[in-house]
């Protein structure tokens, strides 16, 4: 116990000198720093520093109680103030002479700036602030870039999307249009129809009215069929429902009709006549007898009855073909080279007289030009289904 206490005591008594002994040294070396005025920025450095170390060491309680750690680190915060303090006083005496040797150059400088500060305070803009100015403006003008840069996308964007949208505007107005033009004409077509049927109803009424007028207003007399057996043999009650005077007699030539003219025509007023004549005259006459004779026929009409309308039907053709059907003795020597050469003659003369020609020729011949079969009894004379196409094509004229 006696030996630590001394150790102890010991301790304390070197604590209390190394204090002393600071407290010596620093408030020297504090007023030897503090009149030397220096200006250069490492001198000023290093006086800051050497005051807070002091202070610091100013502000470390002297009664503590020290172990040996704490006595050998104050030995060595007293060693690096005292290096610290020498090696402030060799810089300061180097910035001295640094000044006494540059005084002639120094004396009309301000040392407070250097060249680069006063010239950059001469032109009120620091380098700094240029840098920064230089750092902002990149900056301003990037986030400007990128404003743009977004304006314009989304511009770019808006464009693409009105044009979609006039796109979609103009396909869809187009098709509503064509709709509507389809539905129009629809429409129109459909009423133009009906109106077009309604009339072709009408007009067919109208017909069948001014027929059934007409027919009312036939007289016995008006309408006269005047030929041969072809004639004579046709049922005017099957296939007419208005009175036709019969003039038809079988056997009946061209010079038969010329010669009977008075009691098969001028005895009646008739407004049309129908003439069909000179199948029986081919068995002995050539073919421009018979059209003379036609043709003096239609004359002595004219002269005696002119309002009367004349229709001239074309000889009817025959068929001497071998088929069982045919009675040769019937047709004889008739042959249709002759009735197309006098049918010919017929047409050229009605055309040159205004006279109406029938060609009946063409309605019931067959492909050769012979008479079809189910057109005829014996290859001269008619059947019904031929007397029915026959009224079929006079109908046309008679009303």
Known sequence: MANNTSNIKKNTSRTTRSGNSSKDVVPKRNSSTTTRKV????????????DEVLEKARRAPVNK??????EVKKDNFTRTTTSTSKTVTKRSGTT?????????????????????????FDSNILEDAKEDKKIDKNKIKEESSKKTNSKS????????????VNFVLLVSSLIGLLLLILLFD?????????????????????????????????????IIYLGDSITEYYNFNRYYNYPIVKSGI???????????????VFKYEPKKIFLLIGTNDLVKKDPS????NIKTIVEKIKEKKPNTKMYIQSIYPVNNTDNEKISHKMVKNRNNEDIIEINKGIKSYCDENDITYIDMYKELSDKEGNLKLEYTIEGLHMSDEAYEVISKKLKRYVL
């Open 39 to 50: 200006n250069d920025k490492e001198s000023t450095i290093s006086k800051t520093s050497i």
């Open 65 to 70: 109680r020290t172990t040996p750690k704490d």
């Open 96 to 120: 001295n002479s640094r000044v006494n040797k540059n005084k002639a150059f120094y004396d009309d400088e301000d040392l407070s700036l250097t060249r680069q500060q006063k010239f950059n």
């Open 153 to 164: 996308i989304k511009l770019k964007h808006k464009k693409v999307v009105m044009k979609k």
């Open 186 to 222: 629809i429409y129109h077509f459909s009423t133009y129809n009906h109106s077009k049927a309604t009339e072709k109803q009408l007009k067919k009424q109208v017909v069948k009215l001014q027929k059934k007028q007409q027919i009312l207003n036939i007289k016995y007399g008006d």
């Open 250 to 264: 079988s056997g009946y030539k061209t010079d038969d009709i010329l010669n009977n003219l008075d009691s098969m």
């Open 289 to 292: 007898y018979i059209i003379d």
